[in-house]
Every structure is written in C-alpha cells, then in structure tokens.
C-alpha cells in the first residue's frame, strides 16, 4: 500500500472511530516530538547520581513482594533515603496500591498521607474484586498513615496544601493525570528545600516515558522546570532545588556503584 493509501486509510479509520485519536496523541513519537520542540530535551531530562542525593544510603526495605506493578528496590531506597533526611518527615503519596511505598516511608517518617481512588469507583471501572481488596494491603494498620479515598484529579488538595517534606506522584500515569498530579503536588511543598518524586518517568532506568515526563513539564510552574532530573538506578523523576549537577550518562554507561542485598523471605 501507497504512503498516500495509508494515509487515507488511517483517515477513514479516525473518522470511524474518534477515540482513535486519543491512540495517537498518546504516542511516544508524538510526545518526544512535542517536548524536543517546545522544552528542548531531546535526551529527556538530565540524571541526578543516587548518592549525590543520599549519601548515606543504608536501609531495609521491607515490605517488598516482587510482584508486578509496584515500585523497584532502587525506587524505595530513594523514597526511604530521603525521608529520612528530615526529621519528623511529613509525607504525602497520590496512588497506593499495595502500600509498599508508604509502608517503607512510614518506617522513617512522622506522618504519611496516601491517596488513591476510592474502592467503589474501582469497582465501578470495571476492576476485579482481588484488585480493589489488594490496595492499602500493608499500611492499613499503620497508626501514622492516613488513608484518602478520591480521585486525585477532583480531589480538594487545599487542606493540604504547604505541609509537606516529600510528595510521591505515582497515580494514573497518563498525560491529563501525571499534569494535574504534578500541579497539585507543587502546592504541596512545605518550603524550597522540599521534594517531589514521580514513579514510572521510564519503564527502564535508563529509556523515558515522553507522555509521563509531558504531564510533569506542563504541570510544572515555568521558573521551577529546571529543577527538574531523573535519579540514577531508578524508574523516578525529581524536582529538587539543591545545588547538585544533573548529567545525561553515555547510552551504555560503565557502572560507577554497586548495591548490596541480603535477602530474607518471609510466609504471610
């Protein structure tokens, strides 16, 4: 088939079905296009080295199941590692899931808040029983974690607003709620020394989600984007405001550190 065939083809084929559309300004291409032009990061955005951001990296991270969609090792020695960096650390996540991440924050922190859709409005979606029973599994019996149910994106964060230390943005990870997520999540932060970190900036630590790293450049202020970094060995993005150098590592970089880990399982 012709490129003009295709061309018609995939005319008719939006024409039919609208939602198609969506498909396509999803796209990866798409979405690097867009930021290549309009923000000038061809490479996404610049690398924080993890020990430059905690440098005294030594913890336990338990609770950890190896089970699909929650957050890497690396991920919760970031999050555990910078919580506990301010004392009496008050921390706020949007997307629970399991609560793995808060549970390993709540060791170190004062006081967590986690908010996730609410049980009905999952069941409503559509989603399995074992799905909704599956969130808050490990930190619903945590006395210094507070539980919120609503969507995130309707959600009155004003209450909130100011108070916290370190923000964790791992909701719905497109577009329209990665940009809303990160909007709220500015409001958030207590004062200039605070963090936010979002979850899934790529699948892999070294590739880029563009629709992800979209929704926290547009969510961003303007004057506040160039405090904006991936951090090293993770799948997480930054906004931090410390003095510290970001670098884009070569695409098949030499290893400058490696982590140690002495595993035990334990029968739930």
């Known amino acids: 088939m012709s490129k003009i065939g295709k061309f018609l083809k995939g005319l008719k084929l939006l024409a039919g079905n609208p939602w198609l559309m969506n498909v396509i300004l999803d796209d990866q291409y798409v979405n690097k296009k867009d930021i290549t032009e309009r923000y000038q990061l061809p490479k996404g955005l610049p690398t924080l080295e993890l020990l430059d951001l905690c440098p005294n990296l030594n913890e336990t991270i338990t609770p950890y199941t190896y089970l699909d969609g929650g957050s890497t090792l690396a991920d919760l020695l970031l ?23 808060v549970a390993n924050v709540a060791s170190v922190a004062s006081n967590c808040v986690t908010l996730n859709l609410p049980d009905a409005t999952m069941r ?42 370190l923000v964790f943005v791992d909701g719905d990870h497109h577009y329209d709620s990665v940009k809303s997520d990160t909007a709220n999540a500015y409001h958030l932060l207590r004062d200039e020394n605070s963090l936010i970190v979002w979850h899934d900036y790529g699948n892999t630590p070294a590739d880029v989600r563009w629709d992800v790293l979209r929704g926290i450049l547009d969510g961003m202020p303007a004057t506040e984007r160039k405090h904006l970094y991936r951090v090293s060995n993770t799948l997480c993005a930054i906004y931090c405001r410390r003095p510290l150098k970001g670098f884009y590592p070569p695409e098949i970089p030499e290893p400058n550190k490696v982590f140690e880990a002495a595993i035990t399982i334990k029968k739930l």
């Open 124 to 165: 409503a979606m559509g989603l399995s029983e074992d799905y909704v029973r599956l969130h808050r599994y490990f930190s619903k019996h945590l006395a210094n974690v507070t539980h919120l149910q609503h969507d995130s994106t309707t959600f009155d964060f004003s209450p909130h607003n100011n108070k916290y230390d």
């Open 79 to 101: 999050l555990k590692g910078l919580a506990r960096q301010y004392p009496q650390c008050a921390y706020f996540e949007i997307g629970t899931w399991r609560g793995e991440s």
